[in-house]
């Protein structure tokens, strides 16, 4: 029972166009929605997050959306650039605790 | 600097053998967990700890053990290791309460033969 999901495992993007990484999740009462970058051979680290009671974030070139009635999470990355390329995971917080999506690895091509 | 360091980094071992991942961390945080990180399935929660003598199961707690006897640090116990076990080993903290970020070290790759 994936309670959040992110549907493309892999994303390859032409650097400095737009990236839009999705995520979707089932549950709720999730309050807050957050976004993970991890590099190779390193723990993730938090890119960008949003609360529940919002449904738009922005952080210099990431801005997060939050559509709550459709349940759905996504991350812009604008310019995209070649440093973007890592696998980003969207995580949800509920009951003490977050729950991760899949993860999608996003590949910024020269 | 803020920092959750795991050791080892690396661990080739086989089955049955016990092993101990250590975790510690230097922010005084209170809230510390374990995840594993597997192809396709993402980051899953295996335990975590509120507080200092304070621990719960997460999604995938079979065939694992932690302790919390002091705050910076929490261990993770394989008392028999088996190679579904085989995966990346990641320890977070955070300060519970607080909207902030877990902080999560670099992670454990774990081999079992």
């Known amino acids: 029972d994936q309670q959040v999901k992110q549907n493309s495992p892999s994303l390859s993007v032409q650097e400095g166009r737009i990236s839009i990484l999705n995520c979707d999740y089932t549950n709720s009462m999730f309050d807050y929605f957050l976004w993970y970058k991890k590099y190779p051979a390193e723990g993730p680290t938090l890119l960008i997050s949003?609360?529940?009671?919002?449904d738009k974030n922005e952080d210099g070139r990431f801005t997060v959306f939050l559509n709550k009635s459709a349940k759905h999470l996504s991350l812009h990355i604008v310019p995209s650039q070649p440093g973007d390329s890592a696998v980003y995971f969207c995580a949800a917080r509920g009951a003490q605790k977050l729950v991760f999506g899949q993860g999608t690895r996003l590949t910024i091509n020269p | 600097e803020a920092q959750v360091t795991q050791n080892p980094r690396y661990l080739i071992t086989v089955t049955g053998k016990k092993l101990t991942v250590t975790c510690s961390q230097n922010?005084?945080?209170?809230?510390m967990s374990w995840y594993r990180q597997d192809p396709g399935l993402g980051l899953r929660q295996i335990y975590y700890?509120?507080?200092?003598?304070?621990?719960d199961k997460g999604d995938v707690p079979e065939g694992y053990k932690v302790s919390r006897k002091e705050k910076r640090n929490f261990p993770l116990i394989l008392e028999s290791p088996s190679p579904n076990q085989t995966s990346l080993y990641f320890c977070?903290?955070?300060?519970?309460?607080?909207?902030?970020?877990?902080?999560f070290g670099d992670g454990t790759r774990l081999s079992i033969l």
């Open positions: 700890s509120m507080n200092v003598e304070v621990t």
């Open positions: 977070a903290s955070t300060q519970t309460g607080g909207i902030q970020p877990q902080h």
């Open positions: 922010m005084n945080h209170e809230y």
């Open positions: 949003i609360s529940s009671i919002k």
